[in-house]
């Protein structure tokens, strides 16, 4: 049985730092696309960034060059470094994996297989 469980989000005031992580177990990081999403109240979810077997990541613009997305095979842990918070980064975060995919379908929550229970950032002075 596959799980995926997110942990670190929380309240963060604008400009600070915090890092979520995917605890996955039923799967290794290693064989598998592992992606973080986020969805915002009222909205859809979001792409934000993904890691692929070989170690290539892929983040939408609105990120990129603040988070960092990572694995440790060791730990079979996903890892997102979210660094000068806005407001706007507010949402539930969630952790995502699919044996394979492309870069043309990546930002497609539907390709996905195994999905976390989410954790909540929240950015606010």
């Known amino acids: 049985q596959v799980q995926l469980v997110e942990s670190g989000g929380g309240l963060v005031q604008p400009g600070g730092s915090l890092r979520l992580s995917c605890a996955a177990s039923?799967?290794?990081?290693?064989?598998?696309?592992m992606a973080w999403f986020r969805q915002a109240p009222g909205k859809e979810r979001e792409f934000v960034a993904a890691i692929r077997w070989g170690a290539n990541t892929y983040y939408t613009d609105s990120v990129k060059g603040r988070f960092t997305i990572s694995r440790d095979n060791a730990k079979n842990t996903v890892y997102l470094q979210m660094n000068s918070l806005k407001p706007e980064d507010t949402a539930i975060y969630y952790c995502a994996a699919d044996p394979s995919f492309t870069v043309q379908t990546m930002q497609n929550p539907a390709i996905y297989d195994y999905w976390g229970q989410g954790t909540q950032v929240t950015v606010s002075s």
């Open positions: 039923g799967l290794a990081v290693s064989r598998y696309a």
